[in-house]
């Protein structure tokens, strides 16, 4: 034992980093040579060809299967000349990461020859067989067949020696069985939306566009050590260790220089990533040892969230030439912080005018105004959704769990942008306003731009706070897809849109005027949804009492909140909003049910069988040293001197017998409460019961395990312990 843990050690310390080949042309020389975009479809389609795709691309369309043929060709083309061998269709089920099933292009030809061949139709639609992924039941493995369909929206892009187009992916009667599909549709709704209300301030928008940055942590752990720890392995955190005497207290990793290992990783990830279209522009340290994030430009959503998809894959690649292994967990290490992925979020029109932001006139300040208040009330509405989308078993770990950020969803707006609502609400009546009062308003709205640049209130705690020209929702976890979130927030926010156009058109059909029909939506939207706004410390004990007193919900619980899914509120904007059917909802609740139960299963054997087989014979190993010594001690010594000096041992080794005895009862407790779950048919009831029967052991067992952690002789310890695992570089 003691050898493989050593070994390990050594392994990274003799090694030498990997020598990493800077290209010696500029990023724009080879940003995107990996993607078949733009500029590429440019070259190898013809002229029809690449005027459909455009056209299909701006409109959300779909492509006649003559121009499929055509594109097919061009791509085949393309992609041969960069080195690809295979295609196949990329997509996102409702696993974590993405899926893809290869095929050559190697085909016999008319005289069986062999050629290389990719038709239109396998660029269009793939049969790959759906009966392994989740599901929720909807299709059942005697009509196993789902579909992969091409999104034109995104572009085809090479990996090795492979092809990706990415798709959707339906079930054979066309139910989503992936994150895209409701995502596409989310986004598709809140353009409607959107651009509905934007006629109010102007006729020429036709489109309204939602953007995605997102910013991802990660930590990075030597991969020989995290070889050396199963759990890590199995379940992407370490379900035992105790916290080394030093971690983050000093505060002296966030921002800190980048360790030389760990820049040369940074350095090639980000030409791969440049290289396949993805805008890679920050990267630094964050605040746990071993902690990094990297950001990208924002984008359109949906790309953003298929290049967020695909780093999360390139990264891993790339930190294994390094030696390293990437650790997407929200909570890999206990005591120290954990990982989010923030979701920079606003939305643009095709008139270049962002609606976040505030505009250049009182106009374009008091549709600033009708977004955000929209926003805020979408969010306020829909709490309940906006935390079943984020809150699973490993980001459970991270929200309400004393750590950033908290289960309790609400809004930061800063004093200034509040300041100037509440100044709002107070002004605007149900009266008719005077020419004089409505001067008076708009002048103090169009003080907007100057209030925001001073706007200086940063604030890290809140879930979801707006930052100026967006709004970014920090609670997503490091290890998910964004389009959960980003599905529940879009539909969330494109009913909320609907439901203001009807009321502001009702109003304006009882006879009041166009802009104090919208100051008073603003006002009432605004007051309506003000207990979901708060400035103050999101982490604190005070901000739970508050939010109760606010009527807030704060649920930690994950199969509960999961529940909230098919509550009254969520069904409007998904099933309503034209997001999701009544059947894939109820289907997708079921598969996060299921995989809640199937993740603290997993945790819950790995730490039992770790608990007996690794940590229990080394700890009896040390304390039948211990008995040895202390029987060597009384073969040596008298009586009165013996007592004297075998005390101490004989309490640690009464110590550790306590230690031992709690864990194999534990265990055995523990393994009984899964097959007391196990029978459970029903897949909720069985998650509540995973949840509450068999979660809290593994903090229960662990404690044991830590205390035994300090008191076993190191050499024999068999796991890379925290101090290991967070500090070699
Ligand atoms: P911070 O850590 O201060 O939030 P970062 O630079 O780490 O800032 O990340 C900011 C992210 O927000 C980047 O991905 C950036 O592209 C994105 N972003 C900036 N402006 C917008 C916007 N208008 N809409 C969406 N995302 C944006
Ligand atoms: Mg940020």
């Not at 107070?426 to 709205?445: R, W």
Request: with cysteine.
């Amino acid at each position: 034992m003691a050898i493989l843990r050593f070994q390990a050690l050594a392994d990274v310390m003799g090694r030498t980093p990997k020598a990493v080949s800077f290209p010696s042309k500029k990023v724009t020389d080879y940003y995107g040579e990996l993607v078949f975009g733009k500029d590429a479809m440019a070259k190898y389609l013809s002229r029809d060809a690449f005027r459909a795709v455009m056209t299909a691309i701006e409109q959300g369309d779909t492509i006649d299967r003559k121009v499929a043929d055509n594109v097919a060709a061009g791509m085949k083309a393309w992609a041969i000349e960069n080195g690809a061998t295979h295609y196949t269709h990329w997509f996102q089920p409702l696993t974590d990461g993405t899926a893809e099933k290869h095929d050559g292009f190697i085909d016999f030809g008319d005289h069986d020859n062999l050629i290389e061949s990719f038709s239109g139709k396998l660029l269009a639609q793939q049969e790959p067989d759906a009966s392994s992924f989740p599901s929720g039941g909807i299709r059942q493995t005697f009509e196993a067949r789902g579909y992969t369909a091409w999104d034109v929206s995104s572009p085809a892009f090479i990996v090795g020696t492979t092809l990706c187009i990415p798709t959707v992916f339906i079930s054979y009667t066309g139910e989503a069985l992936d994150y895209k599909t409701p995502l596409l549709k989310a986004l598709n709704a809140v353009d409607k939306a959107a651009v509905d209300v934007c006629q109010y301030f102007d006729k020429n928008v036709s489109k309204v566009q939602t953007n995605l940055g997102w910013e991802q942590e990660y930590f990075l752990i030597d991969e020989s050590l995290f070889q050396a720890r199963p759990d890590l392995m199995l379940t992407g955190r370490t379900l035992m260790g105790h916290s080394s005497s030093k971690d983050q207290q000093l505060d002296d990793h966030y921002f800190g220089s980048i360790p030389e290992r760990v820049s040369k990783f940074m350095i090639e990830l980000e030409i791969e990533a440049h290289k396949h279209g993805i805008p890679a522009k920050t990267r630094h340290n964050e605040v746990a040892p071993n902690q990094f994030e990297l950001a990208p430009i924002f984008e359109e959503a949906n790309l953003a969230n298929d290049h967020n998809q695909l780093l999360m894959d390139i990264m891993k690649r790339v930190a294994r030439h390094h030696n390293f292994e990437v650790l997407f967990h929200e909570k890999p290490f206990a005591g120290i912080n954990g990982s989010g992925k923030h979701n920079n979020w606003s939305m643009t029109t095709n008139t270049g005018v962002n609606l976040l932001a505030p505009g250049k006139n009182p106009k374009g300040n008091l549709q600033f105004l009708t977004f955000l208040v929209n926003a805020m009330a979408a969010v306020y509405k829909n709490q309940d959704l906006l935390r079943a989308a984020i809150l699973n078993a490993s980001n459970s770990h991270r929200l309400g769990a004393n750590e950033a950020p908290p289960a309790i969803v609400s809004v930061f707006l800063g004093s200034q942008l509040s300041g100037m609502l509440d100044n709002l609400a107070e002004k605007v009546t149900d009266q008719k306003m005077s020419p004089e009062e409505k001067t008076a308003l708009k002048l103090g709205i169009g003080r907007l731009p100057e209030i925001l640049l001073d706007n200086t209130d940063r604030n890290r705690t809140s879930p979801f706070a707006f930052t100026g020209n967006r709004f970014e929702f920090r609670a997503v976890g490091s290890a998910a897809n964004c389009a959960a979130a980003l599905t529940a927030l879009n539909a969330a926010v494109a009913v909320q849109l609907k439901d203001f156009k009807v009321e502001v058109d009702e109003l304006i059909e009882s006879g009041v005027k166009k802009d104090e029909a919208i100051f008073q939506m603003i006002k009432k939207l605004y007051l309506e949804s003000s207990p979901i706004r708060f400035d103050g410390d999101g982490y604190s004990q005070a901000w739970v009492e508050e939010a109760e007193r606010r009527g807030l919900s704060n649920i930690t619980c994950v199969p509960e909140s999961l529940t909230k899914y098919l509550e009254p509120a969520a069904r409007k904007a998904l099933i309503g909003g034209g997001v999701m059917s009544e059947k894939e909802l109820e289907a997708r609740v079921e598969v996060e049910m299921e995989k809640y139960t199937m993740k603290i299963q997993i945790e819950s054997r790995v730490l039992g069988d770790l608990a007996i087989n690794h940590i229990v014979p080394t700890a009896v190993t040390y304390q039948t040293t211990l008995i040895h010594n202390v029987q060597g001690l009384r073969d040596i010594f008298g009586e009165a001197e013996f007592e004297e000096l075998a005390g101490a041992r004989k309490n640690l080794i009464r110590e550790i017998s306590g230690h031992v005895s709690s864990i194999k009862a534990k265990v055995k407790e523990m393994t009984e409460a899964r097959k007391v779950c196990n029978v459970l048919d029903d897949g909720t009831e069985k998650a509540y019961a995973y949840d509450q029967k068999v979660r809290p052991y593994l903090d229960d067992i662990r404690y044991h395990i830590d205390k035994l952690e300090l008191i076993v002789d190191n050499d024999i310890w068999p796991l890379p312990k925290y101090r290991e695992l967070l500090f070699t570089r």
